[in-house]
């Protein structure tokens, strides 16, 4: 709790009204990427507890969009519209498609319970990392824009690999705001190939 409150990130988060200090995660990388536009559909990943989504909202304006998914429930945030649901039930996926129509930018923050094994939590997470560009598959309008968190590990670059794939360009990139001791690590695409 002592290094929490020492934490810059989070006490700005705190006094700017954000739910986490995730949300300059967002901030930056968009900052650095572009990946958000006024008027955009965004749907974001993994959303609990809502700091990605409040950026989000913010970026896309009156106009835009943002459809906050997550496992574990969170309270409202004004002008997000929030689903509670597993990406691995395939109901929710086919339902959440139909609701959203086309996206413009799909963001995920997902990340897996933390064992301690690094080795399992690089797999844990590459798994959700691998759902979430399932789902971006489904949803995104040709030249939308992805971003995804994945635990670095012998396995990132098969990831990105997946990712330049489906899109034009792909970039790695540890935010500023991202802890020191993490090993996390943001995978851009931009330009959804369709």
């Known amino acids: 709790m ?25 901030i930056q990388v968009d900052a650095r990427f572009d990946l958000i ?9 993994g959303a609990a507890p809502g700091g990605w ?4 909202r913010e970026l896309v304006g009156p106009e835009g969009r943002v459809v906050a998914v997550d496992r574990v ?9 929030v689903w509670k649901g597993d990406l691995g ?7 959440l498609a ?7 930018v799909v963001v995920s923050d997902m990340s897996p319970r933390l064992s301690g094994n690094r080795n399992m939590d690089h797999e844990r997470s590459l ?39 489906r899109f034009r360009t792909v970039r790695s990139h540890v935010p500023e705001a991202s802890r020191k001791e993490s090993r996390e690590l ?7 190939k369709g």
């Open 2 to 26: 002592k290094s929490r409150k020492r934490d810059p990130f989070y006490r700005e988060a705190k006094a700017q009204g954000y739910r986490s200090r995730a949300a300059f995660k967002l």
């Open 37 to 45: 536009y006024e008027g955009d559909t965004v749907v974001d990943l």
């Open 53 to 56: 989504s409040q950026v989000a």
């Open 73 to 81: 429930g969170m309270p409202p945030i004004a002008g997000v519209d």
């Open 89 to 95: 039930d395939e109901a929710l996926v086919a339902d």
């Open 98 to 104: 139909a609701a959203i129509g086309r996206a413009d």
């Open 127 to 165: 798994a959700l990392a691998d759902r979430a560009l399932a789902f971006a598959a489904k949803v995104l309008r040709p030249g939308g824009n992805f971003l995804c968190k994945v635990f670095q590990g012998p396995h990132t670059e098969e990831f990105r690999d997946a990712v330049a794939r």
């Open 186 to 192: 943001y995978v851009v695409g931009k330009g959804f």
